[in-house]
C-alpha cells in the first residue's frame, strides 16, 4: 500500500511535470517566434533609418552648395550694390554740378535780362492754424489746417486746389529757389549771402519779403524776437534772420578785404498809413520817429530828405539801431496774428568804400573798361557826422593828381524791407484803426502789385507815386540793382486764396524785365558828404 500509494504520487508529480515542461515549451516557442518576430522589425527599422539617413544626408549636401551657391550670388550682388551705389553718387555729383551751373547760367541770364530773382518759402504749421472765426470754413469736411501747399523741389510748389462743388486741380509755379518747412534759416541765407559779395563789388541790392499777415516774413528776416529780446548778430543763435546774418557778414567781408576803407552807415524808417517815419531822428520833444518825405531828384530818383544815417562800426553797434528802430515799430494783434506788424519796415545799409586808384583802375579795366572814371581827393568825414545823401551827389570834377595822393569812393546800398501782411478783413477781424491800417497795407501791396505789372508790359508810366512804399523803393524795383523778392505763404487750406495771391505776385515779379545790373563806378568825393 505504501509502495502504491508512492507510486501514484511519482505518476501524479510526472504528469505535473510533463504539464509544466509543456508550457515552459510552449512560452520558449513564442517566446523565439516573438525574437524572430523583432528582429525582423529591427532590420526593417534600419533599413528604414538608413534610407531615411541618406535622405538626410543628401538634403544636407544639397542645402550646404545652395547657401554656398546663395553666398556667392549674394556677394555678387552686393558687389553690383556697392557699384550701383557708386555709380549713383557719381550721377548725383555730376547732377549737382550740372544744377550748379544751370543756376549760375539761370542767375546770369536773370541778371542779364534783369529780371527780379524770386524766392517762395513754405512755412510749417502752426498751432494758431487750427483756430477759426469764420462758421464757412468751420462747415467744411476738409480740414482746415490740411496740407495743401507743398516744395516738390527746390524750385516748384505744388498748390492742391479745391472749391466746394469743383473737382480738385492742382497748380504748380516756378521760382528761382523754393523752401521746404524744414529748410534752416542758415540754408535761406545761404542763397542769400551771395548778394553781399555783389554790394562790396559795387552793385546796389535789395531784399523784401512778400505775403500775408503770419506768413513768416518776419521770422525769415529778423528772426525770432519779442519786445523785450534784442536780435544779436551771434552765431550761437541758429534761428536769427536775414538782417542779422547780413550785418556779421557784411562785417567779415570788409575784414577780409584790408585794402578798402569802408565806412557803413545805417538809416531806418517805416512807412505807416502811407506816411513814412524815420525812426532814428528825435522830434522836437525828443520822442523817435519823425515824419518825412519821399522826392524825385531830377535825374529821377527817390530820395528823404534829411533822413537820419548813422555811422556803425561792427555787426552789433547795427543791430543796436535796428532793434531801437523795432521797439517803435506798430504792431497790433488780429485774429489771424498776435504780432502782426502794421507797417513797412526798410533797413537801408549804406555803403562806402575808399580804395586805391591801381587797384580800382585794374578791376574796372578787367570788367568795364570804357566806363569813365572819375577821380576825386578824399576828404576826412567825423564819425559823429550825419551826412545827407544824394543819388548822384558828385560835386568835384575830375582833377588830375598823381596816382598815389588819389582815392576813390565808392558808394553803395542795401535795403533789407519787411513789408506788412496782407490781410483779409473778414478773416483777421480788425475794427476801427486797425481796419483803417489794414486798407493802408493791402493799398500799398495793390500799388506795389500794379507797379510790377506796368514794368512786365513796358508802359511808358510806372505808377510809382501811388504810394509812399513804391515812391521810395523806386530805384530798386524799378532800377538797377540788384532784387531779391522772398515770398513767405502758409501751406494750409485755410489761407489758401492768401496764399495763391502771393504766389501770382512772385509769377508777375519773375516777368518784369528791367535794366542789368549795374557797379556802383561813379566816384563820390569827400565834399558830397
Do not use: W
Request: hydrophobic residues 35%; aromatic residues 6%; proline residues 5%.
Amino acid at each position: 500500500m505504501q509502495l502504491f500509494s508512492l507510486y501514484n504520487e511519482q505518476q501524479h508529480l510526472r504528469r505535473n511535470t510533463y504539464s509544466n515542461l509543456t508550457q515552459i515549451y510552449q512560452a520558449v516557442q513564442k517566446i523565439k517566434q516573438e525574437l524572430k518576430d523583432f528582429q525582423s522589425f529591427s532590420c526593417l527599422l534600419m533599413r528604414n533609418f538608413q534610407h531615411q539617413y541618406q535622405d538626410c544626408l543628401s538634403q544636407i549636401v544639397d542645402g550646404v552648395r545652395g547657401t554656398q551657391l546663395k553666398n556667392e550670388n549674394l556677394q555678387l550682388f552686393r558687389a553690383k550694390a556697392v557699384d550701383l551705389e557708386q555709380s549713383l553718387q557719381e550721377i548725383n555729383e555730376l547732377y549737382q554740378v550740372e544744377k550748379q551751373k544751370r543756376k549760375a547760367l539761370h542767375n546770369n541770364l536773370v541778371e542779364l535780362r534783369g529780371n527780379i530773382r524770386v524766392h517762395c518759402r513754405i512755412r510749417p504749421l502752426l498751432p494758431f492754424d487750427d483756430e477759426s472765426g469764420d462758421p464757412v470754413f468751420d462747415n467744411r469736411s476738409r480740414s482746415l489746417s490740411e496740407k495743401v501747399v507743398h516744395a516738390t523741389d527746390d524750385e516748384t510748389v505744388l498748390v492742391k486746389c479745391s472749391r466746394p462743388g469743383h473737382p480738385l486741380f492742382n497748380k504748380t509755379f516756378q521760382f528761382e529757389r523754393v523752401y521746404s518747412p524744414l529748410e534752416s534759416q542758415k540754408i535761406v541765407f545761404g542763397d542769400v549771402c551771395p548778394l553781399l559779395t555783389s554790394l562790396l563789388d559795387g552793385y546796389n541790392v535789395c531784399i523784401m519779403t512778400y505775403g500775408q499777415t503770419g506768413s513768416g516774413k518776419s521770422y525769415t528776416m529778423l528772426g525770432p524776437h519779442s519786445e523785450s529780446d534784442s536780435i544779436s548778430p551771434s552765431e550761437v543763435d541758429q534761428e536769427m534772420g536775414i538782417i542779422p546774418r547780413a550785418a556779421g557778414e557784411l562785417f567779415r567781408l570788409l575784414s577780409e578785404n584790408p585794402i578798402v576803407n569802408p565806412r557803413v552807415e545805417v538809416s531806418v524808417v517805416e512807412i505807416y498809413n502811407n506816411e513814412l517815419f524815420d525812426l532814428l531822428a528825435k522830434d522836437s520833444s525828443g520822442i523817435f520817429g519823425v515824419k518825412r518825405d519821399v522826392i524825385t531828384t531830377k535825374e529821377g530818383k527817390s530820395n528823404v530828405p534829411l533822413l537820419i544815417y548813422e555811422l556803425v562800426e561792427s555787426p552789433t553797434e547795427l543791430m543796436k539801431f535796428i532793434n531801437k528802430s523795432l521797439q517803435l515799430r506798430v504792431k497790433h494783434p488780429t485774429l489771424v496774428h498776435a504780432d502782426s506788424s502794421r507797417s513797412h519796415l526798410v533797413v537801408t545799409v549804406t555803403l562806402t568804400l575808399s580804395v586805391p586808384f591801381d587797384n580800382f583802375t585794374d578791376q574796372q579795366s578787367s570788367q568795364q573798361p570804357c566806363k569813365e572814371i572819375l577821380c576825386t581827393t578824399p576828404q576826412k568825414v567825423m564819425k559823429g557826422e550825419k551826412p545827407s545823401f544824394s543819388p548822384r551827389g558828385l560835386s568835384a570834377a575830375p582833377i588830375p593828381l598823381d596816382s598815389t595822393e588819389q582815392q576813390k569812393q565808392i558808394q553803395t546800398k542795401l535795403q533789407l524791407v519787411d513789408l506788412a501782411g496782407s490781410e483779409c478783413i473778414g478773416m483777421s477781424g480788425v475794427t476801427g484803426t486797425n481796419l483803417r491800417e489794414t486798407s493802408f497795407i493791402n493799398r500799398s501791396l495793390a500799388a506795389l502789385a500794379d507797379v510790377l505789372g506796368a514794368l512786365s508790359v513796358h508802359r511808358g508810366h510806372i505808377p510809382y507815386r501811388n504810394s509812399k512804399l513804391t515812391h521810395l523803393l523806386q530805384d530798386s524795383i524799378g532800377g538797377d540793382a540788384k532784387l531779391l523778392v522772398m515770398l513767405c505763404v502758409s501751406p494750409c487750406q485755410k489761407y489758401l486764396a492768401e496764399t495763391l495771391q502771393s504766389l501770382g505776385f512772385g509769377n508777375r515779379a519773375r516777368q518784369v524785365q528791367r535794366v542789368q545790373a549795374k557797379r556802383r563806378n561813379v566816384l563820390v568825393s569827400g565834399k558830397s558828404k
